[in-house]
T-cell receptor
Framework: GAVVSQHPSRVICKSGTSVKIECRSL??????MFWYRQFPKKSLMLMAT?????????EQGVEKDKFLINHASLTLSTLTVTSAHPEDSSFYIC?????????????FGEGSWLTVV | AQKVTQAQTEISVVEKEDVTLDCVYE???????LFWYKQPPSGELVFLIR??????QNEISGRYSWNFQKSTSSFNFTITASQVVDSAVYFC????????????FGQGTTLQVKP
């Protein structure tokens, strides 16, 4: 079946540095990908919609300059957390909607645990 | 506005018991999709089911069954003869029909199945 892969699965970075998380659709093309954030024992909150070849659409309250999203190809979207702070520590998970398939099932990546120290 | 409510924050059962996870949703759309996902401690989201709003047939898959009641805007999930491996957080989610794929998640229900 469809596979969406995220990398890295776990990352620890120092405050003030930037960290990039990749989301890849491995066997289908995804014109649209989504980035979610999940705090411990909380629900998933949509951060932004990533559109291939165009700017991402951010949800209200999400700082676009802090969470940079790039969707350079039909199989890759990246989330860069810039100038990371401890409060950015969270579980980030992406999802992708297939371009070629039924398009009604959203496939999720395995998620990435970010710890900012 | 769209909203999904999972009123049960945590449920604890003993193995082999049946358990039902509640999901109530709000939407002004006449057509939409409903989903259930399982999130084990490792974090990944495991897709369980997708239901179209125009299909109110209940579904059974092994020990899992889903009861979709459009009249009460509910999409409840029942696990029969629960097992320890069922322990996880379960999310109900709503998506607009024809939408690019944005999901609105409920708060999640943590299910603990004790041996």
């Amino acid at each position: 079946g469809a596979v969406v892969s995220q990398h890295p699965s776990r990352v620890i970075c120092k405050s003030g540095t930037s960290v990039k998380i990749e989301c890849r659709s491995l066997d289908f093309q995804a014109t649209t990908m989504f980035w979610y954030r999940q705090f411990p024992k909380k629900s998933l909150m949509l951060m932004a919609t990533s559109n291939e070849g165009s700017k991402a659409t951010y949800e209200q309250g999400v700082e676009k300059d802090k969470f940079l999203i790039n969707h350079a190809s039909l199989t890759l979207s990246t989330l860069t957390v810039t100038s990371a702070h401890p409060e950015d520590s969270s579980f980030y998970i992406c999802s992708a909607r297939s371009r070629d398939r039924e398009g009604n099932t959203i496939y999720f990546g395995e998620g990435s645990w970010l710890t900012v120290v | 506005a769209q909203k999904v409510t999972q009123a049960q924050t945590e449920i604890s059962v003993v193995e082999k018991e049946d358990v039902t996870l509640d999901c109530v949703y709000e939407t002004r759309d006449t057509t939409y999709y409903l989903f259930w996902y399982k999130q084990p401690p490792s974090g990944e989201l495991v897709f369980l089911i997708r239901r179209n709003s125009f299909d109110e047939q209940n579904e059974i898959s092994g020990r899992y069954s889903w009861n979709f009641q459009k009249s009460t805007s509910s999409f409840n999930f029942t696990i029969t003869a629960s097992q320890v491996v069922d322990s996880a957080v379960y999310f109900c989610a709503l998506r607009k029909f024809g939408n690019t794929g944005k999901l609105i998640f409920g708060q999640g229900t943590t299910l603990q199945v004790k041996p």
